[in-house]
């Protein structure tokens, strides 16, 4: 399973918090997804070609872990199969990182999704930065001017670095994320 985090509902689209949504609309662009359904509280895509399914939560951030728990059960796949994408305030803009399992870091969606299959799991966080003012406020604002040029570079490394977890495994996605900074 690769699952994006994000809200649902127009208002947060284009938002920071919503950057996982987008990597997973990357990916289902790159694969050419005709048909998502929506189950469980959350836009699935399954590629049987790929062996994966491909999934945005629908519960809203801080209630991700119920769909992923559901979903995860249901194609019995365990935590080390689930590769979660979200933002992460304490990363600089631009910077990747991805880990084989570890704590929330604040992000609510990571809380929600330890709180129900645990921590083994592995991540890829895309850096938003840390505001000088309220962190709320930055993840559900839009991305400024100066930042949306390099959106489409970020969005294609964090789906680089899905693919390659799938292809390649762990390690070696792990390696390609970790050395990425866009700037």
């Keep these: 399973m690769i699952v994006g985090l994000g809200n649902p509902g127009r208002e947060y689209t284009r938002t920071r918090h919503n950057i996982g949504f987008a990597i997973v609309d990357e990916l289902a662009r790159r694969w050419q997804v005709t048909s998502w359904k929506k189950k469980d509280s959350a836009r699935q895509a399954v590629l049987s070609e790929h062996r994966v399914v491909l999934v945005q939560p629908l519960a809203y951030m801080n209630r991700s872990g119920v769909p992923v728990r559901l ?5 019995r796949t365990p935590p080390d199969g689930i590769l979660v994408i979200c933002d992460d305030l304490d990363i600089p803009f631009g910077t990747l990182r991805m880990r084989p399992h570890g704590g929330h ?44 040029p390099l959106l489409e570079a970020i969005i294609n490394a964090a789906a680089e ?23």
């Design 105 to 148: 870091g604040g992000n609510n969606g990571l809380r929600s999704i330890i709180a129900t299959i645990g921590e083994d799991f592995p991540r890829i966080r895309i850096g938003i930065g840390r505001p000088q003012f309220d962190s709320v406020d930055h993840v559900l604002s839009e991305f400024t001017s100066d930042e949306r």
């Design 71 to 75: 979903i995860s059960a249901w194609y």
């Design 161 to 183: 670095g899905a693919q390659r977890w799938l292809d390649e495994g762990l390690e070696a996605s792990m390696q390609f994320v970790n050395t990425r900074l866009i700037t």
